[in-house]
């Protein structure tokens, strides 16, 4: 359930971002940063995180090292959720989360308190960004989101 707020059917309006009008760039990207160390440490633990929009994890590739040489390498990914991509009418590989992966949700009240902010806040901050992702994604615009 928790994913269809990202299925947009209208822009999204300012005033359904009130958090992130609070908060400065500098913090935005404090709760991303507190957001991405979480995120790698779920996925040391052999854990993969639904973030909403779809998940961060570690799936095997097979990478072409030399002349027909494949090496079965493991490689963090971003796998955009299902639905969303259909929603949106979104082409990316076809890429599954082996089985034996636990899908966790990310937990918030450990991340705020990594990076002293609010539990609320940090949760509508992430939550308002990824809300502003999908409105570009509905609006067909150009969409950078980088991840240490």
């Known amino acids: 359930a928790k ?3 990202y299925l ?3 822009a999204v309006e300012p005033e359904e971002l009130p958090t992130l009008k609070e908060l400065s760039t ?3 990207c404090k ?4 957001m991405s160390r979480h ?3 779920q996925l040391l633990k052999k854990k993969a995180v639904d973030i909403g929009v779809g998940s961060f994890a570690v ?6 090292v ?7 390498v493991e490689r963090p990914m971003f796998i955009l959720s299902k639905t969303l991509k259909m929603f949106y009418n979104l082409e990316s590989d076809e890429i599954k989360i082996p089985d034996e992966i636990p899908v966790v949700q990310p937990d918030f009240e450990e991340i705020a308190a990594n990076t002293h902010f609010r539990h609320e806040i940090l949760q509508q ?22 991840f240490r």
Not at 67 to 72: A, F
């Open 39 to 41: 995120i790698y440490k």
């Open 125 to 146: 901050c992430i939550q308002e960004t990824l809300l502003y992702f999908a409105g570009a994604l509905r609006d067909n615009k150009e969409v950078e989101f980088t």
């Open 3 to 5: 994913m269809q707020k």
């Open 59 to 64: 799936v095997p590739v097979h990478a072409n």
């Open 31 to 34: 709760v991303w940063s507190g």
């Open 26 to 28: 500098i913090e935005i």
């Open 8 to 10: 947009l059917y209208n």
């Open 66 to 72: 030399a002349e027909g040489k494949v090496l079965p």
